[in-house]
């Protein structure tokens, strides 16, 4: 049932995202009387799961879900239909339109795509507010991991600056140093700036960046679990944690390093309650767990928007969420971190997906896979929508018209390209699975 919920929202994610992708190419070609031959979700490779005619335009399924398509009449396109281009060119053909409506045409899915990443983030944040952890609110630092430590972080420093950017949120900053080529930090007092390495970074993506790093916290119990250790040692809410054996342990990383390594070993817990430290003794059981819980809501804030203020808001994340993206690739085309390694096809993609149906993950991760395709679809490579718009701006500038043979060597190319990065994609996913049993 887990994987099936998985399955149903990633397929839906894809499909309304094609769908409008797709509308942003056919609507304007419609509205400037351009025929349009198919009109598909997903790829109709040798057959389709369905299909019909309406007027002059074949709407259907596909079997593969990798995406979806318009035909366009006139047009050189994946489907390389060369012989409709040999015969004369017809008023209803895109070739025969002037090139500023083919470039309406060609950039209208890209247009939509982030439009209507603009509209989910306005409305995400006008009916959730932008929850977050102020990195000034972090007074006793980070935490980091031994990965951590291989970028060059420790545990107590408190992250100033990411490429001379100061960070105001710390689950950006998170982001920001896996993107980033510096980090600005005050340590013991001082502030220091230092690269961040390579090397680190490979590990970092090589383990998909598990808890290397986090924020440090004192030691205060939220929450006694019934029926616990704790509760029968005597532990209560509001118990700030002192001490373990005589040292000084108050900090709840420490703590939990002291459980950790204590299994069935009897500890003399020291803890301040309403002003007096107290002595508590337990055992700590054989799974290490003594049954208390911690609270950081304290840490978090959340800025609450209108809905007039959420458009600029929603406007805004939007590009963030496209700059850094745009960053991603710096990072990935950098043989050195190996994050080309962890790149996620659907597979990847649906075991990213909740257990459960969560409509904020759902559209919160629809609004940034949105954007992604924006961002795919917009770069210069032939047999992509900013490949054709490439082509386009050449004409509009010199006056000439590319070559059909040049167009059509151009989508060999781009399909070429593309299904080296399918094959690199799949490739990461099933060797992802393989390893899983190695």
Do not use: C
Request: charged residues 20%; proline residues 4%.
């Amino acid at each position: 049932m887990t994987v099936a919920i998985q399955i149903i929202q990633f397929v839906l994610i894809i499909s309304i995202l094609v769908i409008l992708h797709e509308l942003g190419h056919y609507l304007p070609a419609k509205y400037f009387k351009t025929k349009v031959e198919k009109f598909y979700l997903f790829f109709d490779v040798k057959f389709s799961l369905f299909k019909k005619k309406i007027g002059e335009t074949e709407y259907g399924i596909g079997w593969l879900p990798l995406g979806g398509y318009v035909k366009i009449a006139g047009m050189i396109d994946e489907s390389m239909d060369t012989e409709q281009m040999k015969q004369e060119p017809q008023p209803w053909e895109f070739r025969s339109k002037p090139a500023w409506q083919r470039l309406i045409i060609m950039t209208g899915g890209v247009i939509v795509n982030f439009l209507l990443a603009w509209v989910i983030y306005t409305m995400l944040l006008f009916n959730n507010g932008d929850t977050y952890i102020p990195s000034d609110n972090l007074k006793y630092g980070i935490l980091v991991d031994s990965v951590g430590e291989q970028l060059g972080l420790r545990t107590g420093d408190q992250i100033l600056k990411v490429d001379d950017k100061p960070t105001k949120k710390f689950n950006e900053a998170v982001l920001d140093i896996i993107l980033g080529d510096e980090v600005t930090v005050r340590r013991d007092g001082k502030e220091i700036t230092f690269p961040l390495s390579d090397e680190g970074k490979e590990t970092v993506f090589a383990t998909q960046g598990k808890n290397f790093l986090g924020y440090r916290s004192k030691a205060i119990i939220a929450e006694v679990q019934p029926n616990s250790v704790a509760e029968a040692a005597g532990l209560l809410p509001g118990d700030q944690i002192v001490g373990v054996n005589g040292e000084e342990t108050i900090f709840w990383n420490e703590f939990r390093g002291k459980i950790g390594s204590s299994v069935n070993q009897k500890l003399d817990i020291s803890v301040l309650r309403d002003g007096q430290t107290e002595h508590i003794d337990l055992v700590v059981p054989e799974e290490g767990v003594i049954g208390i819980l911690l609270d950081y809501a304290d840490l978090s804030v959340t800025d609450n928007y209108s809905f007039l203020e959420a458009i600029p808001a929603g406007y805004h994340r939007t590009i963030q969420v496209l700059t850094d993206q745009i960053r991603q690739f710096k990072v990935i085309f950098n043989t050195k971190t190996g994050a080309y390694k962890q790149v996620k096809g659907p597979i990847g993609i649906v075991e990213m997906m909740p257990a459960v149906w969560d409509w904020t993950f759902f559209w919160s991760f629809m609004a940034m896979f949105s954007v992604w395709l924006a961002f795919l679809n917009i770069l210069p490579i032939p047999a992509l929508d900013g490949g054709h718009v490439m082509f386009l701006l050449y004409e509009m500038i010199s006056g000439r018209k590319p070559s059909e043979k040049v167009l059509e060597t151009g989508q060999i190319i781009g399909f070429v390209l593309l299904m080296g990065l399918m094959l690199l994609i799949f490739g990461n996913d099933i060797w992802n699975i393989v390893k899983r049993f190695i």
